[in-house]
């Protein structure tokens, strides 16, 4: 029973992990269709952010849940104005410049920060299930995991930003008549992405060695969640982060966690080949 509920743990933690680093992306992609390669280095901004102000001396969880998700948001609307605004519609020139730019700030932060490895320790502690030991940051990512996807969904149904954004996404021309400024919903919808991005570098800090290339590590995981899901930002993106979350986790217990890595992306593989469309286009076709 004790071993049940650790390994419960771990396959909450790989689902919330997962939904906390590919949300930024599925916003994006969802809404913009826009592949952004340089998801990746967003959420390594975060990571440093983070990093940084607590080195600084300020509290963590200003740094991680404030500060973080405001400094990416901001790098992302520069993004936005100076690259990404001239290249809509041209999907393949946008992952050609997305990927140029996590070159240059790999490279950037790399000539900045070096390659050492640098962190902060997990604010919270950890408590005992019979002979195995956990932490109790687990269950506060699934937290912050549930309350984002709440956020986004409050956002996207009941607010007004979120019914311009959506009418914005499907049709600029007709908005624009409306008196819509679709320029500026685009800018914003990125500068939120990227602010979700930031704020999961910041949230996996304090588990996860912060170095100028860790966005590699996380960017596989998020592309094939985010494809796995389908075009709805909120359905699609819970129901494959769930699905891919519990093989990762099961996979890794049973054999290794190399295996469960190579285990995830042979069954994203065969889900994207049964469901080209992914879950939501199957399931949830229309839905937010």
Same mark, same amino acid.
């Given at each position: 029973?004790?071993?049940?509920?650790?390994?419960?743990?771990?396959?909450?933690?790989?689902?919330?992990?997962?939904?906390?680093?590919?949300?930024?992306? !599925?916003?994006?992609?969802?809404?913009?269709?826009?592949?952004?390669?340089?998801?990746?280095?967003?959420?390594?901004?975060?990571?440093?952010?983070?990093?940084?102000?607590?080195?600084?001396?300020?509290?963590?969880?200003?740094?991680?849940?404030?500060?973080?998700?405001?400094?990416?948001?901001?790098?992302?609307?520069?993004?936005?104005?100076?690259?990404?605004?001239?290249?809509?519609?041209?999907?393949?020139?946008?992952?050609?410049?997305?990927?140029?730019?996590?070159?240059?700030?790999?490279?950037?932060?790399?000539?900045?920060?070096?390659?050492?490895?640098?962190?902060?320790?997990? =604010?919270?502690?950890?408590?005992?299930?019979?002979?195995?030991?956990?932490?109790?940051?687990?269950?506060?990512?699934?937290?912050?995991?549930?309350?984002?996807?709440?956020?986004?969904?409050?956002?996207?149904?009941?607010?007004?930003?979120?019914?311009?954004?959506?009418?914005?996404?499907?049709?600029?021309?007709?908005?624009?008549?409306?008196?819509?400024?679709?320029?500026?919903?685009?800018?914003?919808?990125?500068?939120?992405?990227?602010?979700?991005?930031?704020? !999961?570098?910041?949230?996996?800090?304090?588990?996860?060695?912060?170095? =100028?290339?860790?966005?590699?590590?996380?960017?596989?995981?998020?592309?094939?969640?985010?494809?796995?899901?389908?075009?709805?930002?909120?359905?699609?993106?819970?129901?494959?982060?769930?699905?891919?979350?519990?093989?990762?986790?099961? !996979?890794?217990?049973?054999?290794?966690?190399?295996?469960?890595?190579?285990?995830?992306?042979?069954?994203?593989?065969?889900?994207?080949?049964?469901?080209?469309?992914?879950?939501?286009?199957?399931?949830?076709?229309?839905?937010?």
């Amino acid at each position: 029973m004790d071993l049940a509920i650790i390994v419960g743990l771990d396959v909450i933690s790989g689902i919330a992990s997962l939904v906390l680093i590919s949300a930024g992306l !599925a916003v994006i992609f969802g809404m913009m269709k826009i592949i952004n390669l340089a998801h990746g280095e967003f959420l390594m901004l975060g990571a440093y952010a983070t990093v940084l102000s607590v080195s600084a001396g300020v509290n963590i969880w200003i740094a991680m849940l404030i500060i973080a998700p405001v400094f990416v948001g901001l790098v992302g609307v520069i993004v936005e104005r100076c690259l990404i605004q001239f290249l809509y519609g041209r999907l393949v020139d946008t992952m050609l410049a997305t990927w140029g730019l996590s070159l240059v700030i790999v490279g950037g932060t790399t000539m900045i920060f070096g390659n050492t490895i640098v962190g902060v320790a997990s =604010p919270l502690g950890g408590f005992t299930v019979g002979a195995f030991q956990s932490s109790l940051y687990t269950p506060f990512l699934a937290l912050m995991a549930v309350l984002l996807m709440t956020a986004v969904w409050a956002v996207m149904r009941f607010t007004r930003a979120g019914l311009i954004a959506r009418a914005v996404m499907q049709n600029p021309e007709m908005a624009a008549t409306l008196g819509v400024n679709p320029a500026r919903v685009y800018m914003a919808t990125f500068g939120a992405g990227a602010a979700m991005s930031g704020l !999961a570098g910041g949230l996996l800090a304090p588990v996860a060695g912060v170095v =100028p290339t860790m966005g590699a590590a996380f960017i596989a995981k998020a592309f094939i969640t985010v494809v796995g899901g389908g075009t709805s930002v909120l359905w699609g993106l819970i129901t494959a982060s769930g699905l891919f979350g519990f093989i990762n986790q099961i !996979a890794a217990f049973l054999t290794t966690p190399v295996f469960g890595e190579v285990i995830l992306f042979i069954a994203a593989v065969a889900l994207i080949r049964m469901l080209p469309t992914g879950i939501s286009g199957k399931f949830f076709k229309g839905r937010l």
